[in-house]
């Protein structure tokens, strides 16, 4: 059992992997789920940016974004919808780094992999001599 204190009303509760606020907190996170959700059911509003749904529904930004990570939005169906790159702040539609920030860590990475192999390399060539009278 893992007790914690809501991040959003300081409140205890037990953390779960399925909820990281407390019952109350999680209610009025459902509640705001729900609205939205009206909101972008609405064949007319398919195409609202984040910042749109937040001016007509009041829901925050960051609430928004959590409900795409959390995957309950299918963002195929929405165009506009995206969340920030992890790394670098783009928008992006699915994973957690944008395609420019994944092709760096892999360049970065390749780097690291083929330095520590050389420097192997290296060590089995070295020559050790000892001194002997």
Same mark, same amino acid.
């Given at each position: 059992?893992?007790?914690? #204190? @809501? &991040?959003?009303?300081?409140?205890?509760?037990?953390? #779960?992997?399925?909820?990281?606020?407390?019952?109350?907190?999680?209610?009025?996170?459902?509640?705001?789920?729900?609205?939205?959700?009206?909101?972008?059911?609405? !064949?007319? #509003?398919?195409?609202? *940016?984040?910042? +749109?749904?937040?001016?007509?529904? /009041?829901?925050?930004?960051?609430? =928004?974004?959590?409900? =795409?990570?959390?995957?309950?939005? +299918?963002? *195929? +169906?929405? &165009? #506009?919808? /995206?969340? &920030?790159?992890?790394?670098? /702040?783009?928008? =992006?539609?699915?994973?957690?780094? @944008?395609?420019?920030?994944?092709?760096?860590?892999?360049?970065?990475?390749?780097?690291?992999?083929?330095?520590? +192999?050389?420097?192997?390399?290296?060590?089995?060539?070295? *020559?050790?001599? *000892?001194? !002997?009278?």
């Amino acid at each position: 059992m893992d007790l914690q #204190n @809501c &991040p959003k009303c300081d409140s205890l509760y037990v953390k #779960n992997k399925f909820r990281d606020v407390c019952e109350k907190c999680w209610k009025e996170e459902e509640q705001a789920y729900d609205l939205v959700s009206k909101f972008m059911r609405k !064949r007319e #509003n398919r195409a609202a *940016t984040i910042l +749109q749904v937040v001016e007509a529904t /009041g829901v925050s930004e960051d609430l =928004i974004l959590k409900f =795409i990570k959390a995957g309950k939005f +299918q963002l *195929t +169906q929405f &165009p #506009n919808f /995206g969340y &920030p790159c992890d790394k670098c /702040g783009s928008i =992006i539609r699915e994973g957690r780094l @944008c395609v420019s920030c994944a092709s760096s860590l892999k360049a970065d990475l390749k780097t690291v992999e083929y330095e520590e +192999q050389r420097k192997k390399e290296l060590a089995k060539r070295a *020559t050790f001599f *000892t001194h !002997r009278d």
